[in-house]
């Protein structure tokens, strides 16, 4: 079934451990993003890249780093976790950043940093 | 970023017509998006509106003012798996997404 898969589901994890939250999408999307979501905050943008190579900083990038090497992958990394760091982590995808493309979310990564 | 403002709860009966409003001051504007997010999963699309008016999709309609910085989304017919969390997000000049915290609607029998 194509769509978006996420990876892992939930992690504990200790403060100062690195981290990497997987994500990869079957649609040939071009564009991909991440967001963190917070109660009462909605969701905040981490990082995008509108096509393979390229990435950009969103509203909130401070802590984490991402990488596009291919279409398909985009791995969001905590080099040195911190508690403020909880939250659940949706990656979504878009077949342009433009236009009437709309963004297809993944089911997500709850993470707690403790 | 965006400034995106919509109310945090809203309570309605099954059967009845719900409208969420949403309101938005934005640098650029490329288009206003509405999805609904069942508790525990991902976000879902539901609606875009780009050019003034009212968008109609069976039961849920959206409506954007842009000289207003304006929208609502109008759930008609209501039905308990309407029970969710609705988000407004504006697309800036730059493409990129900004979400507002959401409205969640309970509906009661």
């Known amino acids: 079934i194509a769509g978006i898969t996420q990876a892992p589901t939930s992690q504990i994890l200790a403060a100062g451990r690195r981290m990497t939250l997987r994500c990869t999408q079957d649609?040939?999307?071009?564009?991909m993003y991440w967001y963190r979501q917070d109660l009462g905050l909605g969701l905040r943008l981490i990082h995008y890249s509108n096509t393979a190579g390229t990435t950009g900083k969103g509203e909130v990038p401070d802590g984490y780093s991402v990488s596009r090497a291919n279409t398909d992958d985009f791995p969001l990394t905590l080099a040195s976790a911190v508690p403020s760091q909880t939250s659940v982590y949706f990656c979504?995808?878009?077949?342009?950043?433009?236009?009437?493309?709309?963004?297809?979310f993944g089911p997500g990564t709850r993470l707690t940093v403790l | 970023g965006q400034n995106i403002d919509q109310p945090t709860e809203m309570t309605a009966t099954e059967g009845a017509i719900v409208q969420i409003n949403c309101t938005y001051q934005?640098?650029?504007?490329?288009?206003l998006f509405w999805y609904q997010q069942h508790a525990g999963e991902a976000p879902t699309f539901l609606s875009y509106n780009v050019l003034d008016g009212l968008e109609e999709k069976g039961r849920f309609s959206s409506f954007l003012s842009r000289s207003k910085g304006y929208s609502y989304l109008l759930l008609k017919e209501l039905q308990m798996k309407d029970s969710a969390s609705y988000l407004c997000?504006?697309?800036?000049?730059?493409?990129?997404?900004?979400f507002g915290a959401g409205t969640t609607v309970t509906v009661r029998a």
């Open positions: 649609m040939r999307h071009n564009a």
């Open positions: 997000a504006v697309r800036d000049g730059d493409y990129k997404l900004s």
């Open positions: 979504a995808s878009a077949e342009r950043a433009g236009g009437e493309d709309t963004q297809y």
């Open positions: 934005t640098s650029g504007f490329n288009g």
